[in-house]
């Protein structure tokens, strides 16, 4: 089966800089990958998903970037700012449904 | 309505009593899933809801929880005498169309069982 992990428990970056969030899969054959964002006593919040046939996907101040060879996965936010303190999952699968990270709690340091 | 909504918000109860925790997904979405998040923890599947299909409970921990889901839109997710390991939020998501589809999520419900 799938199993989706995050690198690093908790991220502290600076206001203003750029933040990396990293994320790893298992299973290749999964096809769509979500990002939420969680923050303190509410439930998850969609902020960008990607399909297996794109690299790279940009929103607002978001970019989520998808290597299938390692299958690895990643959401950069730029000019992080104090409402970006949060709780990010990644979560990825196909047809049988999404497998959820654990998370990575991003700390905005002024 | 507009996103998924849940209630109630907040749930104190004592250890051995029933509780409902109920789910109101988005409006035209056919699938409903719930989740179990402990504190620092990431989502615990619990059950999933599919249109008119038989449920998937695979993710249920024990039989003291049940999950109905009324006329394919609200559902309710029952834990029966509750023990203080089932304190957690427990989160609802909707989508469109289940499998890989985006699941947008409802505020939770806080449960503390005393």
């Known amino acids: 089966g799938e199993s989706v992990g995050l690198h690093l428990p908790t991220l502290s970056v600076q206001e203003g800089d750029n933040s990396i969030i990293n994320c790893a899969y298992s299973?290749?054959?999964?096809?769509?990958f979500i990002w939420y964002k969680q923050e303190s006593g509410k439930g998850p919040q969609f902020i960008i998903d990607?399909?297996?046939?794109?690299d790279k996907r940009q929103g607002q101040r978001v970019t989520v970037l998808l290597n299938k060879t390692v299958k690895h996965l990643s959401l950069q936010i730029a000019a992080t700012q104090p409402g970006d303190s949060a709780v990010y999952f990644c979560?990825?699968?196909?047809?049988?449904?999404?497998?959820f990270g654990k998370g990575t709690h991003l700390i905005i340091q002024p | 309505g507009a996103g998924v909504s849940q209630s109630p918000s907040n749930k104190v109860t004592e250890k051995g009593k029933d509780v409902e925790l109920r789910c109101d997904p988005i409006s035209g979405h056919t699938a409903l899933y719930w989740y179990r998040q402990s504190l620092g923890q990431g989502l615990e599947f619990l059950i999933y809801f599919q249109g008119n299909s038989a449920p998937d409970k695979s993710g249920l921990p024990s039989d003291r929880f049940s999950a109905e889901r009324t006329g394919g839109s609200v559902s309710t997710l029952t834990i029966q005498r509750t023990q203080q390991e089932d304190s957690a939020v427990y989160l609802c998501?909707?989508?469109?169309?289940?499998?890989?589809?985006?699941?947008?999520f409802g505020p939770g419900t806080r449960l503390l069982v005393l």
């Open positions: 299973n290749s054959a999964s096809d769509y």
């Open positions: 990607i399909r297996s046939n794109m």
């Open positions: 998501a909707s989508s469109s169309m289940g499998g890989s589809e985006t699941q947008y």
């Open positions: 979560a990825g699968g196909g047809a049988d449904g999404l497998t």
